[in-house]
């Protein structure tokens, strides 16, 4: 066995299959920004087998506040690639593919989604996250959304019939690109994800659409919830 997953294999209820499990999954990750930055790194050192991710953006100074995938040496090159790039620096032993595309419609994300076993979409907009998750709804694929706005984490776990339209209610139509965010915000969702993502890749635990889990840094407030 691999000496790099030694400490985490040791954990109950994720061994040599669950090991096995990660290197055979596929995930699709929407978004390389602050989520994307705590989230994209865990699954790769985890040894997820393949990871495609997908942004169309390029680094900017506004965004290494919480960004920390990049540094100041990357301002103006490719989110994707540059992301890729340091993925496969941090677990040469995965593959890593950057999809360096807008991605408008549906239509847009449905290729993306063939053989994926898990969608996590770290993106920054209800707009982005309503059109992401209608692709899964409709190709079959699982799906988890990670956000954060202001001094607030959330995830939401989809799939079997629920979207995040589900959920979004009349913030359906807002945007959130450009509101202010605290970093660890959205380190938090994008470590929630990969937390979810992991185990369920692994099998160490059960997929169940509907669940929620939001913290607010500002009120110390955590909540958790399923629906039915």
């Known amino acids: 066995m691999d000496s790099r997953y030694a400490r985490q294999t040791a954990l109950g209820g994720f ?10 999954s596929r995930v699709l990750v929407v978004g390389a920004g602050g ?18 991710v997908a942004d169309f953006d390029s680094v900017s100074v506004s965004n290494l506040h919480r960004q920390t995938l990049y540094t100041q040496a990357q301002v103006g090159l490719s989110k994707a690639r540059e ?12 593959c890593v593919c950057a999809v360096e595309k807008r991605l408008s419609c549906p239509s847009d994300i449905s290729p993306l989604l063939d053989g994926v076993d898990l969608c996590l979409d770290a993106t920054d907009s209800f707009a982005s996250r309503i059109m992401i998750s209608d692709a899964c709804a409709a190709a079959g694929v699982r799906e988890i959304a990670c956000c954060a706005g202001g ?23 807002e ?11 959205a380190h938090l969702s994008g470590v929630w994800g990969a937390g979810y993502a992991l185990q369920v890749l692994a099998k160490a635990r059960a997929f169940e659409a509907g669940y ?17």
């Not at 989520?35 to 087998?49: I, Q």
């Not at 959330?154 to 359906?172: C, E, I, Y």
């Not at 509101?179 to 660890?184: H, Q, T």
Request: hydrophobic residues 45%; aromatic residues 8%.
């Open 15 to 24: 061994g040599e299959e669950s090991l096995r499990l990660l290197a055979d």
């Open 35 to 52: 989520v994307g930055s705590a989230l994209l790194p865990l699954l790769a050192g985890a040894g997820v087998g393949r990871i495609d």
């Open 83 to 94: 992301a890729a790039q340091r993925l496969a620096m941090i677990n040469s032993e995965i």
């Open 151 to 173: 001094f607030k984490s959330q995830m939401f776990v989809l799939g079997d019939g629920l979207k995040f339209s589900d959920f979004a209610g009349d913030a359906a139509g």
């Open 175 to 185: 945007g959130s690109r450009g509101l202010p965010i605290f970093g660890p915000a």
């Open 212 to 228: 929620i889990r939001s913290f607010d840094f500002s009120t110390d407030k955590y909540m958790s919830m399923r629906l039915a």
